[in-house]
Structure formats: C-alpha cells, structure tokens
C-alpha cells in the first residue's frame, strides 16, 4: 500500500539522486586533488629525502588546485615552486621520467644560494605594471631570442581581442601557416609567481611551431 509519505520519498528521490551525483563528483575530484599531491611528494622526495620536502595545495579562483612543494637543500635553505593541476597530470602520465622532471625545477631554483621563496604578488596596480613592463616582458622577449639564436624571432607585448594583452612571439622566416604563438599576461605572471620561467611557455609553442613546419 502506498502511502502520503512513500510518494513524498519517491517525488524528492530524483533530487536526492541528484545530490549523490554531486557527492560523488566532488570526492572523486577531492581524491585526484590528493593522488596528484601525493605523487608529487613522492616524487620529490624520492630525489631529495624525506625530510627535505613539504608540499600543500592551494585553491585558485582562476586556475583552481595549485600545487606549491618546498625543498630545502643540505644547508637548510628554501626553495618553493608551484604547479597547475593540469601539468602535474600531464607530467606524471607522459614523462619518462616524472620524479626528474619535477625535482628539475627545484634543480634550477637551487642555483640561487640564498633560497628562493615565492614572489610576494603586487598589491596595486602600479606594482602589477611594474612588474610587467620591467620584468617579465623583458624576460621573456631575451630569452625566446636567445634560445633560438641566430634565427630571427619576433617577440612583442600585443592586444589580443580575445585575450587581452598578450606576449607574441614568432618566426618572420616562417611565411606561411601558423608561426607565432602567445601567452596572456595574466598567465604569465602566475608563473612568474609560482619561481616558474614564464619564458618557458612561449619557447615550448615555438618549438611546437617548428615542429609543425619540419624545422626540427
């Protein structure tokens, strides 16, 4: 016999059906978050020690889970660096060998003998300018330069109409397909403030790009 109470149940069941779904998500999402943290730990404390390596995971408005590890070097001192949800994925499930590619971050942190904390982000506008025009810009426009010395590259800060102000670099030599790339600003500098070489990013698609024409 069906009662007021059983069609209640049956009427919020979808609802409840619902809200599991969500539960489920949101656990499965927590775990990957842990699995990934986890990994990452053990990686580097398989190329450091044990007692070498704290790590914790921040949450991005923009860029969701980061992933911030600190290794201390035998004289004690600090060395912090941060990673993207989606790197440290692609890292542990593409790379040879997973456990040097992350400690190679802290191996070039580690040529500053007084340790490396991360950047104290800008606390104005005028600071965020700063650090743009006089800092990551200029970084980024030497290093794709020097990188693939002596062929020429462009590399500018544009306007992007989707992406806002972007840093373009390119190939003139390459006339035709694709042959420049660019990063949003915003992008770089949380490199930047992650001890991460913002440079990197656009040297990788340059690479990618002569790959793409049989250059390399």
Not at 146 to 165: K, M, Q, R, S, T
Request: glycine share 6%.
């Amino acid at each position: 016999m069906t009662t007021d109470n059983d069609l209640k149940e049956e009427q919020q069941s979808p609802d409840a059906q619902a809200a599991g779904a969500d539960k489920t998500e949101a656990d499965k999402a927590q775990e990957l978050i842990a699995a990934v943290h986890y990994n990452g730990m053990t990686a580097l404390k398989m190329e450091f020690g044990d007692e070498q390596v704290e790590g914790q995971v921040m949450n991005h408005e923009a860029y969701g889970p980061i992933f911030t590890y600190m290794v201390k070097s035998p004289e004690g001192k600090p060395y912090v660096s941060g990673f993207f949800l989606r790197e440290m994925i692609a890292g542990f499930q593409t790379k040879q060998d997973p456990s040097q590619w992350l400690s190679s971050f802290f191996v070039d942190l580690m040529k500053s003998p007084e340790g490396r904390l991360l950047p104290m982000p800008p606390q104005s506008e005028d600071e965020a300018k700063a650090l743009i025009d006089k800092i990551i810009v200029p970084h980024c426009v030497k290093a794709v330069r020097e990188e693939f010395a002596p062929e020429p590259v462009h590399a500018d800060l544009e306007l992007h109409e989707e992406h806002g102000p972007v840093v373009e670099a390119g190939f003139p030599s390459i006339t035709e397909g694709n042959n420049v790339c660019a990063m949003p600003l915003h992008f770089l500098m949380a490199h930047y403030l992650l001890n991460r070489d913002p440079a990197d990013l656009l040297i990788q698609g340059l690479y990618r790009i002569r790959e793409e024409h049989g250059l390399d």
